[in-house]
């Protein structure tokens, strides 16, 4: 039996180049692990019975009504079709940035981006994609054909991240376009001015918008591991600096927490979800924030 | 204590370039770098903001941890030596410091043209210019005696004057007496307590280990005793080992002539020993006679083992009479005082002796005065010179006149029946003259009581009671000396070559010596009858033998004993107070001057040149007393000449007998030369804790010797500096963050 689980690790992920295929891998090793979970039952609602074919996946069996009637039916969900979900991904510079070897913040982005479509549009939610750095760059109005998810992620697929980000700038714009109440789920390595993005997100929420800000940072700007003379060199055009990195880890580290510390708070103060994603991370984390967050929309 | 370090490898030195790795090692980290492209560029440059001061505080702390210890490897490496400051510099608090100097002539000690004494000089005045005003410094100059010779606190002048009296402080021809050095080191600690100051003492001395121990290594009970005192005082004590290393040292230990009376023309015996208190055999020593001032003869001596001591004689003739002075002087080796030693002589013209023979009947070998004929009147040798000092005329006792004794110095009177004291014997006497008497079987024991008694001037201490000892003439008795600081004595003492207790004798006279009668030898009979006897008299030198000068009642005669035994007793009758002009170092010089002869004022020229000028006390009354000269500034070795002032009134016939130049010797006490050090664990071997600490010499060329004598090594202090930077540094690297996990 295939292990679709494995597909959640971002390692496993990296061999295989679609990226619609690693979207479909990612929420389907997610939803496999579902039956021990307690988000089972979160993304469909039962609708109906109707007798067994082949074909059917043995999972939808009512084993139940077997016990009672002695014959197969399987489970019909009712899909809903009436969510609007906007995925807001950062494609500036600094989103650029990855350890040798691994995903870059961008990559896991696209990663997160394409399951998080694949996932509501399986589950009959209109998708839409806005992809930004200091400016919104592509804006996909959200749609739950068929199409749809080819549409996402071809444009997930010719991101090139190279200009700063202005992410408070982008949310407020967002805000004003998004007219619907929408989960909005916003992934980004949020360097930007906290208060701006802040301001932002407030809007978001104002407009009646459930809001999840994954917060996207590369394994090694959380460990800053690095242990030889290294001149960093900042992307954005942010300076540079010559540091013997053992001697700074600690104070970088304070630095880091504190921003996401920050961050959390502000998020906790505007009822925003807030999820803090390494680059090393597996898929589910954000698949299951996106799930919680959709149930809790649809609960309003 | 600080430190000025000098090394004994300096070559190792180049190690410390090595400092420079780390520093190197830094800056090249910081031109090789991998880049990294990075987004969270803010987050770092705050931190970097925040702890810039930190970051350069650390990496200095590290990088100097790191260059300290390799400057302490190469330092050790280069094995460093530092010169003790003595006092701890930075000491705030006033002190009470005690500087002792070792002022003894081994301190003399020449090394490189310097003294011993003169770096124990720099070396105080090295701690001199580490002391602090309103410290109180006390010098002391620790010789025979203990003298402070500074006491005063610390101020810019008092500094000057104290270094002055350092330069000044001149060494004494003695030995340094420890324990008087100790109590007065006690003395000053206890009034620099009393002030409320910390006592500290440092003494300056080349540590023999005759000053500090007793023969064997042992510990001197008086030393010991000092220490404990001083320790439980809390008195510091340093000694700082100033000793050569070499010490190789030689001294002229003895000089002496073979006979108490020199006579002019008469050759003596001039006998001398040096000693080598080295380790090492000494070869080749050149030992020259000075006489009078002028070398007349010298020898080579082939060689003189370590630690012994080889005699060196030499047959010298004074020519004219008078005080004569001869020193034997070596070859100069380290350490000069003790390369020469001095005799003065007080040589006579011939001495004219009356030999009275009482046995008038006899012939031959059988007369009372044959034997000392023959002792008094050797035959001369093959060079023609006379032996003897003595020239004999033998007369009968009934011609004993005063016309017989008219020039006569001295009268031997043989086994007489009775004494003529109140005649002419009495007015030899009364002259100065010498009068010897032998006993005999002629003798009338109470015609001699008779005669000794109205001979007055102490005749009375002496009593004959008659004949005693075997009539049969088998049972000898020996003679046993008596009085043993009585010149005739000690002639005999500790020798091999002659000796009083060879013959035997059979009979003799007892006597009765009562006061004013000195015993000089007695027989070896149970209750030790008197055998010679001297009477103390104000003018002349009365002896009585109380055996026979010839065969009859002892076989002494025939012995050669005999000869030095009537010569030195007719000399110390003849030449009295001739021993008084050899005296050690600090011994006082008394002498009696005619007073009818001298007037009252004496100048005394010491050998370095000082010049004292005295005036001689009257010791008696009218023209017959004595003047007395009693001159104790004898702390110089060598020749004092001592010159007089005669009487213009003097009968131009008596000036030759009473010489305006006088001449006495003064000598090292001995022993100071073995410069054997005591090293401080036999220090502590021997006084245990109270031992002091003694700053020793290092090892190598005695060139090298001034500046290690007040060294101590560093290199083990450094490797320890070394492992304890290199620890902080992980320590503080690992703190940090530094290490690489």
Redesign the interface.
Known sequence: MRDWRKYLDPRALSRIGRLELKARLIVEGYISGLHRSPYHGFSVEFAQHREYAPGDDIRHVDWKVYGRSDRFYVKEYEEETNMRVYLLLDVS?????GPPGGLT?AAYGRHVAAALAFLALRQQDAVGLTLFDDQVRTMIPPGGTRGQLQTVVSALEDVAPARPTALGDVLAQAASDIRRKSLVVIIS?V?DDLDAVQAGLRRLRHRGNEVILMHV??ED?LAFP???????????G???????P???????L???ED?TAQLRKRCRQDRTDYVLLSTAQTFDVPLATFLAARARSRAR | MMLALTFLSPGSLFLLGAAAVPIIIHFL??R?????????????????R??RRR?RF??LLLLALRVGAIVCLALAAGRPVGEQDLLPAAAAQRRGVIVALDASYSMLYQEAGRSVLDRGRELAKDLLAKLGSGDRLVILRAGEFTDPVFDDRVTDDARLRAREIIDMLAPAHAAMDVYALLREIARSAAEIAGEGLSARAVVFTDLQAKDWLRPGRKSDPKIGESLQALARAGTALEVFDLGSLNRLNLEVCDLRIDRTLAAADVPVIVQGAVRNYSAEDAAGIAVDLIADGRQVQGRTLASVPAGETRAVAFRHTFRDAGVHSLALVLTTDALATDNSRYLAVNVRKVVNVLLVDGAEAAEGRDRATFYLEAALSPLGDSLGEALSPFRVETVPLSRLTAAALEGKDAAVVADADRLAMAGPLKELLARGGAVLVFLGPNVDADAYNRDLLAAGDGGAALRLLGPAGDPGLRLGVKLRPKALDHPFVQFFVDRDDVRLDGADVWRYVRVEAGEGARVLAVYSNPDASPAIVELSRPQGSFVLVTTTADAAWTNLPKWPDFVPLVHELLASMTAPGGADRNLLVGWPFARAYPAAAYAGEVRIRAPQGGITVTSLRNAGEGAQGDFRLAYDKTDEAGLYEVTLLRQSTIDPLLRERYPEKDLFAVNLAGGEGDLTPAGEAELRAAYGDAAPRVIAPGEGRADAQVARNRQREFWRPLLWAMALLFAAEAFCATL?????R
């Open positions: 510079e600094s989103m650029d940035y913040k390595d360097f940072l590369a700007e690095f242990t030889r003379m290294t001149r960093f060199e900042g992307l954005e942010t300076g540079e600096a010559l540091v013997e053992s001697s700074l880890r600690k104070a970088y304070a630095e880091i921003f | 980290a910081r090789r770098w991998r880049v990294v492209r990075w987004a969270a560029m803010e987050f770092l440059l705050r931190a970097m925040r702890q970051l650390e990496n940090f963050g530094r290490r690489q």
